[in-house]
């Protein structure tokens, strides 16, 4: 005879199936069974629940699990507001790939067409900012609404699923099983064919080049890449979700970053080759109206999803299929003498001095603050390959992306196809739940680590060693300096000053300040010894930015 068990149960039974970890979010009277069921329960297998600030943090966090670990991260809230606030978490997870499942609570069903407390269109408001958003109406279909939530988020292009779940349905009886674990999604090479096509493509080429996009950074994809790279060395570009995927042994190969403003070495590659292979590219990553004007050189797009088609991107060959098989099939097929020729060799060259002497670290003015080339190069110089580093939007963001090198795919965080301000705390969060045994680094300006640093004290609840810099200027500077640049003056841009060392001891975290370089290099040192969150207070000198809008890509 079976035991009863009602609708949280079987919810809460499913998330243990399918291998859930944790559940981040807000607590509420339409979702407290649930919240009951995960906080007390003595199943070693049951997710831990993680209390965070704000709804939309919760998201963020959750998205950070979806893309460390290509499986969905989970987010639970109350009713009406607590899932309104979810949607620009779960907007910027299904722009940038991240696998989410949200779970929010509703009223009852008979509730739900009426104007009483807490009742707002749930499934509606989230259709547009998922990638499937249902709500569920039976309590026997909780489970298979989860697995197939789960499934969803999970598949290519992966992103954010959205279950609404009515208080009476939760509360009601379940007289059916829960779903098991889910098998694996698994797609196929391209065929014989067709991987025939691209060899000859490469082979014509004289100068193949690698656009590295956001679903190559996974472990297996990446690990192609490098198959092929050790028998034909051509240059890679990364988008900004693409950082990692060249390795400290491939340094030769990497031409840099691509993702904001056409005025850099990867530009100026892309530019010249004959050939672009974009391998897992998005354009939410770097529209292809800014790499692929005034190009000669012909496309092949391979990924695990078919291209979205534009007057700008029309790719010569589309491959849809595995890319990591259909990469490795593709080195395996090349000729053992393939290699580019002496001439291009040299040119690349040349390019790589050029790209190698904009990371020199110019001389020091205390009175301006830490150039951010000196804050990078200090990071850089503490830091393994091991190392986990989420960067928030702003200028620093800009800095980082073109200058801080990775070697490791899925260890250096950008939010590139939303910019969305507030994400590093959160992801640096996640980061640490999933690599508790490697260093942290959270990246922020001052105005984007207000928008989430209320998450410190969740940091610093679960102990958890992580390294906040943030780059203090006073102001919302990626909007200003491009103000700037157009205008000649800024507008709606200041944000006054705080003592973020100050803030972070009021969390019982540890606060720094470091205003020089020499200064900078002590605390980045003592920050990586001290256990918990450290935050450093960093005045940082702008004024270079100018160049980020003004250098042309001739220059390169």
Do not use: C
């Not at 340094?251 to 590659?269: M, P, S, T």
């Not at 001439?343 to 390019?351: A, C, G, I």
Request: glycine share 8%.
């Amino acid at each position: 005879m079976s035991t009863k068990k009602n609708g949280s149960e079987a919810l809460f039974n499913s998330m243990i199936n399918q291998g859930v970890k944790y559940v981040f979010g807000l607590p509420g009277a339409k979702v407290d069974k649930l919240f009951d069921l995960m906080e007390h329960s003595d199943n070693p297998k049951a997710p831990k629940l993680i209390i965070t600030h704000h709804e939309q943090n919760a998201a963020f966090i959750a998205s950070g699990i979806g893309r460390l670990t290509g499986k969905p991260g989970v987010v639970a809230t109350t009713s009406g507001p607590g899932v309104s606030n979810l949607a620009t978490g779960l907007i910027t997870a299904t722009s940038e790939g991240d696998p989410v499942v949200a779970l929010g609570g509703q009223v009852p069903r008979n509730d739900i067409a009426r104007l009483t407390h807490q009742s707002i269109p749930s499934k509606e408001l989230m259709i547009s900012a998922t990638k499937d958003s249902v709500e569920v109406q039976d309590p026997n279909n909780l489970s298979e609404t989860f697995a197939n939530a789960y499934q969803t988020a999970m598949a290519p292009k992966s992103g954010a699923t959205f279950i609404s779940l009515p208080k009476d349905v939760l509360d009601s009886e379940v007289t059916v099983p829960e779903i098991k674990e889910l098998s694996p999604i698994k797609q196929g090479s391209a065929n014989s064919e067709i991987v025939d096509q691209i060899i000859d493509k490469i082979k014509n080429a004289k100068l193949p080049v690698i656009l590295a996009g956001m679903r190559s950074s996974s472990e297996e994809v990446t690990e192609a890449i490098h198959h092929l790279l050790h028998k034909f060395s051509i240059p890679v570009v990364e988008t900004f979700q693409g950082a990692g995927v060249i390795s400290r042994d491939l340094e030769k190969n990497y031409y840099g970053r691509v993702g904001l403003f056409r005025n850099q070495i990867g530009d100026a590659i892309l530019k010249e080759s004959d050939l672009v292979l974009a391998v897992g590219y998005d354009p939410v990553e770097y529209e292809a109206r800014i790499w692929n004007v005034d190009r000669q050189g012909e496309v092949i797009n391979l990924d695990s999803i078919a291209p979205e088609i534009s007057n700008e991107y029309q790719p010569d060959l589309v491959v849809q299929a595995d890319i990591a098989k259909t990469m490795r099939d593709i080195a395996h097929n090349l000729p053992a003498d393939i290699s580019l020729s002496d001439d291009m060799k040299s040119h690349l060259h040349q390019m790589q001095l050029s790209f190698l002497s904009q990371d020199e670290v110019p001389a020091e003015d205390p009175k301006k603050g830490v150039h951010p080339l000196a804050i990078i190069k200090e990071l850089q110089d503490q830091v393994d390959d091991d190392t986990t580093v989420t960067v928030d939007v702003g200028s620093l963001y800009i800095w980082m992306a073109r200058h801080f090198r990775s070697y490791k795919p899925r260890h250096l965080l950008f939010s590139n196809g939303m910019q969305t301000l507030g994400v590093a705390l959160p992801w640096a969060i996640a980061a640490a739940l999933e690599r508790p045994e490697k260093p942290i680094v959270s990246v922020s300006g001052d105005g984007g680590f207000l928008f989430s640093g209320q998450e410190l004290e969740t940091a610093v609840r679960l102990n958890l060693n992580i390294v906040q810099l943030i780059w203090n200027d006073g102001y919302y500077d990626m909007v200003k300096f491009q103000e700037e640049a157009k205008y000649g003056r800024n507008a709606g841009v200041d944000i006054g000053t705080v003592d973020f060392a100050k803030y972070a001891e009021s969390f019982g975290a540890t606060g720094m300040h470091a205003t020089t370089n020499a200064e900078l290099k002590d605390a980045l040192k003592k920050a990586f010894a001290t256990p918990g969150p450290v935050v450093i207070d960093i005045p940082v000198d702008y004024s270079d930015n100018s160049k980020f809008v003004s250098a042309l890509l001739e220059e390169y």
